[in-house]
T-cell receptor
Framework: DGGITQSPKYLFRKEGQNVTLSCEQN?????MYWYRQDPGQGLRLIYY???????QKGDIAEGYSVSREKKESFPLTVTSAQKNPTAFYLC?????????????FGPGTRLTVL | GQNIDQPTEMTATEGAIVQINCTYQ??????LFWYQQHAGEAPTFLSY??LDGLEEKGRFSSFLSRSKGYSYLLLKELQMKDSASYLC??????????WGAGTKLIIKP
């Protein structure tokens, strides 16, 4: 079955530690995205990638980093510089770049920083 | 600034009809999406409107008026499984998605 996987579902980390969230897709999509979702707010774009070895900052990139070494993988690192990292993180992909393309979402990772 | 407004929460009865509204003020417009998101799960695509009018897809319909900056999602014959959040998102002039905060729909028997 084609789709997007994120792991783990739940993640706990101590304050000051970096943590990497996994996102893998086997849909052969060019574009991939990372969003953050907080209660009562819309999805906020952290980073996106339109093609391998290229990525762009979204609206709230500070304190995060990404890589796109393979088409199917787009891991997100939450660094200790992120002031309030506890949130629900969603990875998405679309066949091509451009917001008018339907995005397919992974199941999400809920990160809690203690 | 760019802004999308949706009601925070709505309640409806099983078997009834509900309309969820979305108004937007964005820099340009290149389409509007509706997604459904069950609690703790991934959003899933419902509809995409780029031209004015009503598009029907089974029990769900979506309407767009570009001149009014307005869309609604109409859900008919409500089922308990329709209890979820409904997210409105607009594609702006830079082809970026701007997301609303979502409307939590509660279905009562």
């Amino acid at each position: 079955d084609g789709g997007i996987t994120q792991s783990p579902k739940y993640l706990f980390r101590k304050e000051g530690q970096n943590v990497t969230l996994s996102c893998e897709q086997n849909l052969n999509h060019d574009a991939m995205y990372w969003y953050r979702q907080d209660p009562g707010q819309g999805l906020r774009l952290i980073y996106y990638s339109q093609i391998v070895n290229d990525f762009q900052k979204g609206d709230i990139a500070e304190g995060y980093s990404v890589s796109r070494e393979k088409k199917e993988s787009f891991p997100l690192t939450v660094t200790s510089a992120q002031k309030n990292p506890t949130a629900f993180y969603l990875c998405a992909s679309s066949p091509l770049a451009g917001g008018y393309n339907e995005q397919f979402f992974g199941p999400g990772t809920r990160l809690t920083v203690l | 600034g760019q802004n999308i407004d949706q009601p925070t929460e709505m309640t409806a009865t099983e078997g009834a009809i509900v309309q969820i509204n979305c108004t937007y003020q964005t820099s340009g417009f290149n389409g509007l999406f509706w997604y459904q998101q069950h609690a703790g799960e991934a959003p899933t695509f419902l509809s995409y409107n780029v031209l004015d009018g009503l598009e029907e897809k089974g029990r769900f319909s979506s309407f767009l008026s570009r001149s009014k900056g307005y869309s609604y999602l109409l859900l008919k014959e409500l089922q308990m499984k329709d209890s979820a959040s409904y997210l409105c998102a607009v594609v702006d002039s830079n082809y970026q998605l701007i997301w609303g905060a979502g409307t939590k729909l509660i279905i009562k028997p």
